[in-house]
Every structure is written in C-alpha cells, then in structure tokens.
C-alpha cells in the first residue's frame, strides 16, 4: 500500500471567490484529502478569514490580503509578505510535493521558495490575459503585446516546475506557443457528474440558460441580443444565473430591447438554486470567447442538456457540432440566434438524444479520474526527484574517483 502524501496547495483565488479556478483548486483539495492524503492550501486571506484552520479535511494557510481597484472581489498579497509565509510553510511542513494553481502572487513565491529547496513542484495554469485586460484597462491597441509580455512571465515562473499541467489540448497549446520550454499535459479540472445527473427536468416553457461571471470576455451581450431575434411564437425565457462588471450593462440592453419580461437574471445562485436552474433549461449557452475549459459548461452537459456554444478557444473539446449542441462564430449573433432555434424547435426526442450526447461526452471528465491523475503525477515526480539526486550523487562520486 503507498503512503499518503503530504501536498502543500497554492492558489491566488480560492473560495468564497466565485471562478473557475478557485473552484477547481478547492475540488482538488478535498477530493485529494478524501483519499487519505494530508493537504494543505496556502492562499490569500478573505475579509473575515485569515491564518490557519481546518476546513472539510483541508488545513488552511490565508496569508493577509487586500482588495485591489482592478477587480471587486479579488484579494492580492503582499509579494514579501506572501514569500516569507510560503518560506515558513515549506520549511514547517517539508511537503513531499508542492502544487501552484497560478504563476501570480502566492504561485509564483510558492514555485520560487520550493525549487530553491529542491521540493517537486507541479503547476497547473488557468490563466488566459484576455481575463484580465478589460479590468486592468488595457488599450485595444497594446493588448497583443500586453498578451505577449504576460505569456513571457507565466513562462519564466512556470519553466521552474517539474510538471506543468492544463484543463484542455487546447489550453496546453496556448502555453507552449506563449514560450513555455517544455511539454504541457491536459488534465482536465474534473466534475462532480452524479451531482448534476441527478437534476429533475421541469421546465414550463422553453428556457435558454447562462451561468458565469458576467464580463466582458463573457460576451453575454451576444446572448442578449440572440434571443431578443428568436420567434415570438417560441415564448423563450432567458435566464443568466452570475453577476459581474457588465451586469447593469446587461440589464440595460434587455430593457432596451422590450425583452424584460422574458428574461431573469438571479445573481450568485447557491448549490440549490444553481441545480434548479439546469433543471429548468432547454439548452445551455456559453459565448464566452476565453474559456480555457469552463466548468459551467461542464456541469450543464452533466445534468444532460443540449449545448449551444462559441467556436473559440477550448469549448470545441466539449461541444461537438450536430451531436450534443452546435457552435456558432464568435460575434455572429444572428448565427447564434439561429442555433438557438434549431435547439429549441428540434423535437423533444432530438433534445433528448442530445442530452444523452452530453452526458457521454462529458463521462471521461469525472472528478474521480481527474484526483486519480495529480496523484500519479505527484508520485512521478517525487521519484524523478528522489531519481535526480541519487544521479547526483554518483556523478559526485565518479568524479572523486
């Protein structure tokens, strides 16, 4: 039988913020001390949660934080500060491997104070600059350059690491082309498929569905815009379960467009709600453009619903043209209306075989294989350094001789 590991975790955004990323980070910390292993997470402090404690199985490092004007909700630390906290972790616990969740603040110390110490490192990138850009207020015209530049510095930190891993083919492409000097694997971040499977549908009338943060990348607007062109005869309901930037944006639009009646925006939804709303949908939409794998997706087509989806970025890896849902171009919002269309006027059995679709798709990405694989990936590397260092020490030894 092997031994547990003790991990040491490092994530720039983990909960109570609301994103993919730290959503992931808390799976992987859970779902891996679940399997007996002693995890520790090391992140940003909230605004009523500092220091260290316990929480589901995990042991708790928030390092002090402060709000920033370039996003509402995202906490940064201190560089010193975050580099003498993850010193002190590395050298308190001796982790038999450490994990990075970004190449930011807390990721980059975590990856720069391990590798000093010749702990295995293994970093895991859900960044995308095309994220960030309309929160920084980067002109259109420097953000090529902008995207170059950031690739340039995840590349530097992440070049430290033993192993780099991304959600999706697709997102392991963008970090070599962005000058990453070496092989990147996909793993996918994994679902909880039994939790959104065992939705009961019951829509009252035919209802399109968004869940995310609602930004800019997002192109919500193009949703908005696309149903307002469907036919009346359909009575489609709109609902966008998020909030964001572009919220009062979006509320404007559909007050603009005589749509409020049949539209819904809910805001943050809890886990109730959320599943209440899959359940309710006739098909899922996300036009986002910068979508390393989305999750939400990924849940929509676990609770076995059709997909209608942007031809951009990783939702290829999910949506397959004509089985569980179409893709539509990018900005083409007649085009999309006319997905939309196809999805909702298809008979009843069409949706359904759609659905069936989606949830065989989206099997191979269950959370359980996902927790599987970071644990053979920690144990290779623990071996490779175990491997390195004996090497090392015959090469001493031959040349003594």
């Excluded at 490092?10 to 679940?34: H, I, M, Y």
Aim: with cysteine.
């Amino acid at each position: 039988m092997t031994r547990p590991l003790r991990i040491l975790i490092g994530a720039d955004t983990f909960p109570p913020d609301v994103n993919g990323a730290a959503q992931f980070a808390r799976r992987l910390a859970v779902g891996l001390a679940r399997m007996g292993h002693e995890v520790h997470v090391v992140c940003p402090a909230t605004a009523t949660e500092i220091g260290a404690g316990v929480d589901d199985g995990i042991i708790m490092h928030r390092i002090p934080a402060h709000k920033t004007p370039a996003h509402p909700t995202f906490r940064v630390c201190l560089p010193w500060r975050a580099r003498k906290a993850v010193s002190a972790l590395l050298d308190g616990l001796r982790p038999d491997v450490v994990h990075a969740q970004a190449h930011f603040i807390v990721g980059r110390a975590l990856i720069n104070e391990a590798s000093r110490r010749h702990l295995p490192v293994v970093a895991t990138n859900h960044f995308m600059p095309e994220n960030l850009f309309d929160y920084v207020k980067i002109p259109q015209r420097l953000r090529t350059y902008a995207a170059r530049k950031a690739y340039a510095d995840l590349s530097r930190v992440f070049g430290r690491a033993d192993r780099v891993t991304a959600p999706t083919p697709r997102a392991a492409e963008l970090l070599r082309a962005g000058g990453l000097p070496m092989d990147v694997m996909p793993v996918s971040c994994g679902i909880d498929i039994d939790k959104y499977r065992s939705v009961t549908a019951h829509a009252d009338r035919p209802t399109v569905l968004f869940v995310g943060r609602l930004d800019v990348e997002k192109n919500v607007d193009e949703l908005v815009r696309a149903h307002a062109l469907l036919p009346a005869e359909l009575d489609v309901r709109l609902e966008v379960v998020g909030d964001g930037s572009q919220r009062d944006k979006l509320e404007a639009l559909v007050d603009e467009l005589g749509t409020r009646a049949r539209v819904r925006f809910h805001g943050y939804a809890p886990d109730e709600e959320l599943l209440a709303a899959y359940a309710r949908a006739t098909v899922f939409c996300m036009p986002g453009t910068a979508e390393l794998q989305s999750l939400v997706t990924m849940e929509a087509m676990s609770a076995g619903k059709p997909v209608v989806a942007a031809d951009a970025m990783a939702l290829p890896h999910l949506v397959r043209h004509g089985r569980n849902g179409f893709l539509y171009r990018p900005g083409e919002v007649g085009e999309l209306a006319a997905r939309l269309a196809d999805v909702l006027e298809a008979p009843a059995s069409v949706r359904d075989r759609m659905g069936a679709e989606s949830g065989e798709i989206i099997a191979r990405h269950a959370i359980g294989a996902t927790l599987e694989t970071f644990e053979d990936i920690y144990r290779d590397v623990i071996g490779s350094g175990a491997r390195r260092v004996v090497a090392d020490r015959s090469i001493g030894v031959a040349r003594a001789a």
